[in-house]
């Protein structure tokens, strides 16, 4: 089946700084991804809809600026936090959207960011 | 406006008893619905989609549209069972997910 990968899984930075993470569809071409944030104990919130070769479409009260989607090629979308805070730590999740034959989402395994 | 309701954080029921999911949905189009399970430490998976009308590893969910709901079942329980299910309804027009809250579902011994 579909598999897309994260990466990092984990990763811990300082307040201040930017981290980057990549989703990857390994054996099939994606062109929209999605982002999505869960805090502990609670639902997925989507955060923005990648679009191959365009500008991501982000949800209402997520910030531009400060989440960037880059999603240059088929098989790639990466979200880089900018500025990190302490709030931004959180568990992301992507997941790629197959569009040949019945419409599924393909969920990675999400990466977890805390920010000291 | 779209959106997903599931009422129970958590339910917890016996080894062999019947289980009942309860997911209720908001949505002025035609719903696509689907239940997501998500194991300890794993990632989040399809469990079941209302357009396939399959059963998987024996759970069942019914689309109900005058109650605007899509209760995921499975008559006996057991212990592999217990997990987080989100109920999850497609947004067509923009292939984006919109997700539940979520149940815990926890299967006693």
């Known amino acids: 089946g579909a598999v897309v990968s994260q990466h990092p899984s984990w990763v811990i930075c300082k307040s201040g700084t930017s981290v980057k993470i990549e989703c990857r569809s390994l054996d099939f071409q994606a062109t929209t991804m999605f982002w999505y944030r869960q805090f502990p104990k609670q639902s997925l919130m989507l955060m923005a809809t990648?679009?191959?070769?365009?500008?991501?479409?982000?949800e209402q009260g997520v910030e531009k600026d400060k989440f960037l989607i880059n999603h240059a090629s088929l098989t790639l979308s990466t979200l880089t936090v900018t500025s990190a805070h302490p709030e931004d730590s959180s568990f992301y999740i992507c997941?790629?959207?197959?569009?040949?034959?019945?419409?599924?989402?393909?969920f990675g395994p999400g990466t977890r960011l805390t920010v000291l | 406006a779209q959106r997903v309701t599931q009422p129970e954080k958590l339910l917890s029921v016996f080894k062999g008893a019947p289980v009942e999911l309860k997911c209720n949905y908001s949505y002025s189009g035609s719903p696509e619905l689907f239940w997501y399970v998500q194991y300890s430490r794993q990632r989040l998976q399809l469990l079941l989609r209302?357009?396939s009308r399959e059963s998987i590893k024996g759970f069942t969910a019914d689309l109900n549209k005058g109650e605007t709901s899509f209760h995921l079942k499975k008559p006996f329980a057991q212990e592999e069972d217990s997990a987080m299910y989100y109920c999850?309804?497609?947004?067509?027009?923009?292939?984006?997910?919109?997700f539940g809250s979520g149940t815990r579902l926890s299967i006693r011994p």
């Open positions: 997941s790629a959207r197959v569009s040949s034959g019945i419409d599924t989402q393909y």
């Open positions: 209302h357009i």
């Open positions: 990648s679009n191959e070769g365009s500008k991501a479409t982000y």
């Open positions: 999850a309804l497609l947004y067509s027009s923009a292939s984006k997910i919109i």
